[in-house]
């Protein structure tokens, strides 16, 4: 969760500035100055939030998520950075480059990451609560935007390909309520529809009734855990193994075992979020053939 809040405050205060920056450099262009303008308050809110998290942290260093950042999905969201912040200092930049920038940006992961740090603390923290509303009026925003710009539904149309569903439907079950509306919001731009579930037993009665392309469970749940769901699941139908995508914290070396002896695709957590979407990918791969 360090490393995660690190970052997240490096990245909120770079794009503070770069907003600030380009708001200064195109302030001919008043919508557009006023958005950055806006948007730039915003970070600098969010790196406040992500300071007192910090602190948080620190009092309170049990608090590990099942999620790890990877230097994949780091990298695409910081390299959009870097481009406009080297277009900035050419003569030739454009609104175009500060437009692409928010697409790329304001529509990735980074968001959702920082959705589940505000997630982790907001339960004994009233000051988190309203961001997770804001965050969707930030996006909104930008959507809005784009739709009253001349010639701003390429943008539209580039947001929405990031969003475009690739398969069907996916279950997550997890006794974590911060995990779950991580996942939820990953898979969101994958999937045309999501189910959640807090232990094996909810999820066992949603696999009873509905047929789901991938199930992300964790293992260790109340209730029935992870290995008594895959075990009730198999009754009714033997292939569901092949759907099923386990995280697990810290397993014993029994569990370990059932999980290789079984074949079953296990991610040790935190897992990060390309192995993931890679894990998700290979199962929907494999089941298409």
């Known amino acids: ?37 806006h948007l730039a308050e915003e970070e600098q809110e969010h790196v406040k939030l ?20 990877d230097s994949i999905t780091k990298d695409g969201i910081e390299k959009s950075f870097s481009n406009c912040e080297r277009n900035l200092t050419l003569k030739s930049f454009t609104a175009d480059h500060v437009h ?29 609560l309203p961001i997770v509303a804001a965050i969707q009026r930030h996006k909104n925003d930008i959507k809005c935007y784009f739709e009253a710009l001349p010639g701003g539904q390429k943008f539209l149309d580039t947001i929405k390909h990031l969003s475009d569903i690739l398969f069907n ?3 997550i079950v997890d006794d974590s309520p911060s995990i779950l509306d991580f996942l939820e919001a990953i898979f969101s731009r994958k999937f045309s529809r999501i189910e959640t579930a807090t232990n094996g037993k909810e999820a066992l009665e949603k696999i009873n009734k509905t047929f789901f392309d991938v199930i992300i469970s964790d293992v260790n749940m109340p209730l029935m855990n992870g290995v008594e769901l895959i075990a009730e699941a198999q009754k009714r139908d033997p292939e569901i193994r092949n759907r099923f995508l386990f995280l697990a914290g810290g397993p014993s070396r029994e569990a370990l075992q059932y999980f290789d002896d079984n074949k079953l695709k296990l991610l040790i ?6 192995d993931i979407y890679q894990a998700v990918n290979e199962i929907m791969q494999r089941n298409k053939l």
């Open 169 to 171: 439907t996916i279950l």
């Open 100 to 128: 692409n920038c928010l697409v790329e940006t304001e529509f990735s992961e980074w968001n959702d990451v920082f959705l589940l740090v505000i997630n982790t603390f907001k339960k004994n923290n009233r000051e988190f």
């Open 50 to 69: 992500m300071k007192d998290a910090h602190m948080l942290y620190r009092e309170t260093p049990f608090i590990e998520p099942s999620v790890a950042l």
């Open 269 to 274: 957590k935190p897992a990060t979020i390309n």
């Open 1 to 37: 969760m360090k490393d995660i809040i690190e970052w997240l405050i490096g990245i909120e205060e770079r794009a503070a500035r770069l907003y600030m920056d380009a708001a200064n450099c195109l302030h001919a262009d008043n919508e557009l100055a006023d958005l950055l303008k």
